[in-house]
């Protein structure tokens, strides 16, 4: 089966070009066969057939795949490791996932501008997962400009010890959760002050130090099993 994302409203019966990277894949890696399913953002897949460069819908249906109200940010890693991060918040079935400019970044922030290519990975996952609706792609200048969602709960994961306001495990359930990672360097003193004004849940896991990647696929893994528990 070969998913290809064309990003309109479904309708049976209408009669759809194909997007040319989307062609190019079914022409070039699948070799024009297999069974195609369209799919798009908002969560509907299209059963049909190819015609040319065109696609008849002959079914629409709603993708049951269940997602979660959760947005991870991750503090700008090294380039090599922004993909691989892109594919594990998508696949666990994160909302959405923000970049953002630590402090004690290692990666250049101009690549705060490279969302197209970030939004190209989304969509990779999305076709190879099953997803229904692509993970969403954001960037944010630095921790400050993070805005978490109005009454969500945010977890501020810190590889360091600390006495800080600590989770409360009895807490209520929230609208939403955002999990936010830090960079390769650690916290500035400076980004911890600001989650403690902020009241934000401080989690620490007694562990070695994680890579960037590793501490996204755990903090993304234990938001979601909360949020499900909760």
Known sequence: MIRLYIDSKFKKGDRLEIPKDEFRYFSSVRRGQGEVILFNRIGEEALGKVSEKFFEIEEVRKIEIPLYNLTVAVALPENAVIPGIIRTVSELGAKELIFFSGKRSQAASRRLTEN??????????????GRGVPLQIK???????????TNSQVLFFDEASSDKKSLDEKSHSMSSVVAIIGCEGGWSEDERDFAKKSDYHFVHFETPILRVETAATVATFYAI??????
């Open 225 to 230: 099993e909360r949020m499900r528990k909760l």
């Open 116 to 129: 197209a290519r970030f939004e190209k990975t989304s969509l990779e996952s999305a076709r190879q997962c």
């Open 139 to 149: 960037v944010a200048k630095d921790l400050l400009n993070i805005s978490p969602p």
